[in-house]
């Protein structure tokens, strides 16, 4: 079992485990409030969480406003507003994020922004680190990720003066190379400054969406329920406790099985069975030639679950039809820990059933038994799924104990978990007193090697953490597997934009969203099209050692070297087909790759060429707003029309 | 008479196989991608240890090659690639993987052994550099056979159970 979170941001989940002992997002969102510095790594919170961002915006156009440091080889909303108010922006080479790391750190213990009080307190493998960093002052690792020394220092005195430092993380590192290992030193960044667990102070591995949060903590991605360890008895026996099962019945002799790694088996045929939920691997995951072999192959019998025909289903043995939110009822938990219901409001469309209701009939179906022989799992509806979740996190880090259906009801913005006896309303923050759920008989990961993703024992983590303490942990910087080449010489990332989201099986289906970015386009920048002789709008050819397509360029603010593509665009409203040279979903050309300790597939960081094939009719059917805006003139702006206008009417008659 | 010269130039043999060895698996297990890539990864620092191992063999009237052949040559590596990618749609390779992982594992853990002998031997004879260089060499050492086992113990109950 696995989530599509493992393509998303199974790395924040890693990362914290690295740091922290227990995945659980330190921070909350509002730190935002009270930041004087906001460092996004790899995080073009613009278009990827724009209601955070527009707190952000209130926060830069009020009185005080923070500091921005951005990371990112686009030139995003972002990396503007670092610039226009006295922060950094850093544009890196794809896939040295670990150097760059390291070389900030370096900056910040040389200079002596080191809080030794805090380190000293509540930290072990400083010493470590401060070694490992050394080899990585600015001259070097602006070489390396191709930037300048200058930038790095002043984006390190940014970081290093800081009062209140908020970090958040996202696909920029987690879907890049050494993942895990650049997440981590962000963790670091907080800690070895002594900022965190006091408002602004915060760190927040962001997610790309609610479900993540649940699909990490109710082990949906393969973990043991409720933040336990698969690798400490006492915690299996106890899960098999709540559930009534034998703790043999409960698979924990390893680490999850993650989703690259299911698909290995579906090719070797070890696995005979899959059953695909509520995502869309035919268009979102790596080497799509690969993966459709894979799903279309003769002894696998694929069970598609999903509220559209996606391009899975179209490879699907049976397609089972699910209700989309509004039509069930159930709980979402966002990426600061906050608890949500979300109440049905209508009835599912024809034979259309929520998930839950699938699964348990199944579940009956199959006759499922407990280790007493009653039906398993014992709960039959939302609710009596929600309490028995609830009574299971009893003592654990995401203790839901004091919330229920009608609590959350009662409290409509939500509830932070944990939320217990002790905190009845819920918690802000983690570690505000600098403890930590790192207890080597509490935690929920020993810990891995974060060159080779090695599972430490539980004995040498006791040596290294006796004391419930955060863990620096260090990491040499490796160059990336698929390098640029004589052949391929640009480096190729996927990413976002404002208007979708993942695969566009919802958003493609709004007029105005669709409206807005109606068709895949590749972004490079001013000095490679001159380079290469292209102008805004013409037919390009993008290739990579896996194959090509075909997309309509836009000139952006993009880094020199990089070549950017959505990778929303699959082939469920299109005549194009794919083999035929015309496919558009920019995973025909990624790498399978993933980061050795969150197994996260990386989606950035593949060897490219861009070919000119002709010229287009106009610009390139891109957004002119977020990182897709065109450095040129004469692209009209995207703008919503008067069919995107709602009114909406609450309390009696208000308008 | 010091047998330390021994003791370097046999630490330079087994880290040179070790080099190898985590090589030819990659290409072996092509289509294993973790193993791929972490193979490969791993394969630089047997490489660096022989670079050092030869440029402190000097001091003890040694002469190790810094650069051994690494590689088997481009056109046996493509046939191993290919035999791999053939193969590795069928089961029975899995068991070849397991194999190949224990192996890697027994070949890691005499050149630890080896590290250990010379840190040892260093201590004894008051010789700094050559403490030194166990020192940040035997860790690396460690993490190869670390991963060897972890990466077995991960895909061993799938390949034996199916």
């Not at chain 1, 409203?573 to 040279?581: A, I, L, Q, V, W």
């Not at chain 1, 060429?609 to 977020?626: D, K, M």
Request: glycine content about 8%; proline content about 7%.
């Amino acid at each position: 079992m696995d989530g599509n979170t493992r393509l998303c941001t199974a790395t924040a989940a890693a990362a914290l485990k690295e740091t922290f002992g227990c995945d659980g997002q330190p921070g909350s969102y509002t730190d935002v409030d009270d930041a004087d510095v906001i460092a996004l790594f790899g995080h073009n919170v613009a278009e990827t969480q724009p209601v955070l961002w527009m707190r952000i915006l209130d926060r830069l156009a009020g009185q005080d406003p923070p500091r921005l440091v951005c990371v990112d080889p686009r030139d995003t909303e972002v990396a503007r507003a670092a610039r226009a108010g006295g922060g950094v922006h850093l544009a890196p080479l794809p896939g040295t994020n670990l150097a760059l790391m390291n070389g900030l750190l370096h900056e910040i213990i040389a200079n002596g922004w080191v809080d030794r009080d805090y380190v000293g307190a509540h930290t072990v493998g400083f010493a470590e680190l401060e070694q490992r960093v050394v080899d990585y002052p600015p001259e070097k690792v602006a070489r390396i990720c191709r930037i300048t020394p200058q930038e790095i220092r002043a984006a390190a005195r940014v970081l290093g003066h800081a009062e209140r430092l908020l970090s958040t993380v996202l696909q920029g590192f987690y879907q890049s190379h050494q993942a895990s290992a650049a997440a981590v030193q962000v963790n670091n960044l907080n800690l070895v400054r002594g900022m965190l667990g006091r408002p602004g102070c915060g760190i927040l591995q962001m997610n790309g969406q609610p479900t993540a949060e649940n699909t990490r903590e109710c082990g949906a991605d393969g973990d043991m329920s409720g933040f336990r360890n698969w690798s400490n008895d006492a915690h299996v026996a106890d899960l098999a406790g709540h559930w009534n099962l034998d703790p043999l019945q409960i698979p924990h002799m390893s680490p999850p099985t993650h989703a690259m790694q299911m698909m290995r088996y579906v090719e070797n045929g070890s696995i005979g069975m899959l059953w695909v939920s509520a995502t869309n691997p035919a268009v979102s995951m790596p080497e799509l030639a690969r993966i459709r072999k894979i799903l279309s192959r003769d002894g696998l019998f694929l069970v598609v679950q999903d509220i559209f025909r996606s391009e899975t289903a179209e490879l699907a043995d049976v397609v089972l039809p699910a209700a989309t939110w509004g039509e069930k009822t159930g709980c979402f938990t966002n990426a600061d820990r906050t608890v949500h219901l979300s109440d049905k409001a209508v009835d599912p469309p024809g034979g259309a059933r929520p998930d839950l209701d699938i699964f348990l009939d199944f579940a009956r179906r199959m006759g499922f038994r407990d280790k007493d022989g009653a039906p398993f799992p014992q709960w039959h509806d939302a609710e009596s799924a929600f309490d028995a979740w609830a009574a299971s996190t009893a003592g654990r880090p995401c203790d839901y104990t004091g919330l229920s259906h009608a609590k959350l009801r009662a409290t409509p913005s939500g509830v932070q978990w944990p939320c217990n006896v002790e905190h009845p309303d819920g918690t802000e923050r983690l570690y505000t007193d600098g403890r930590f759920f790192s207890a080597p008989d509490y935690c929920e990961s020993c810990g891995r090697d974060l060159v080779t993703g090695a599972p430490l024992d539980a004995t040498r983590y006791r040596v290294l953490n006796p004391d419930a303490k955060a863990i620096l942990k260090a990491a040499e910087y490796l160059p990336p597997h698929e390098p640029p080449t004589a052949e391929h010489p640009m480096v190729l990332i996927t990413g976002r934009t404002l208007y979708h989201f993942h695969t566009r099986t919802k958003t493609g289906r709004v007029p105005e969203l669709q409206k807005a970015a109606p068709e895949v386009w590749v972004e490079c920048s001013a000095g490679d099209a001159r380079r290469l002789g292209l102008a805004e709008g013409d037919v390009v050819e993008v290739a990579t050692p896996r194959g090509a397509l075909r997309a309509r360029v836009r000139v952006s603010g993009i880094r020199e070297g990089v070549v950017f593509l959505p990778f929303h665009y699959g082939y469920w409203d299109t005549s194009m087909s794919t083999g035929t040279g015309a496919s558009r979903a920019a995973n025909e050309l990624t790498i399978t790759d993933w980061d050795p300790v969150s197994k996260q597939p990386l989606f950035k960081t593949a060897a490219a060429r861009l070919t000119r094939i002709g010229s287009g009719q106009g610009p390139a059917p891109a957004p002119t707003v977020g990182a897709s805006r065109p450095v040129g003139d004469g692209v009209a702006a995207t703008r919503g029309g008067r069919g995107a206008r709602v009114q909406e009417l609450t309390g009696a008659g208000e308008a | 008479m010091s047998k330390l010269p021994l003791v370097l130039r046999e630490l330079h043999r087994s880290e040179t196989s070790l080099g190898r060895t985590l090589l030819a698996v990659a290409d072996r297990h092509h289509v294993e991608h973790e193993v791929f890539h972490l193979a490969r990864d791993l394969a630089r620092r047997p490489r660096e240890h022989v670079r050092r191992l030869a440029d402190v063999g000097h001091d003890h009237g040694l002469t190790l090659d810094p650069e051994p052949r690494w590689t088997v040559p481009d056109r046996v590596a493509a046939v191993l690639r290919r035999g791999g990618d053939a193969l590795g749609r069928r089961p029975e390779p899995g068991l070849l993987l397991l194999a190949d992982l224990r192996r890697l594992h027994r070949k890691a853990a005499g050149v630890s052994l080896d590290w250990e002998l010379l840190a040892q031997a260093a201590q004894g004879m008051k010789q700094p550099r050559l403490l030194e260089l166990a020192r940040s060499c035997h860790p690396e050492t460690l993490r190869i056979m670390q991963w060897s086992n972890a990466h077995l113990k991960v895909m061993s109950p799938q390949i034996i159970a199916s």
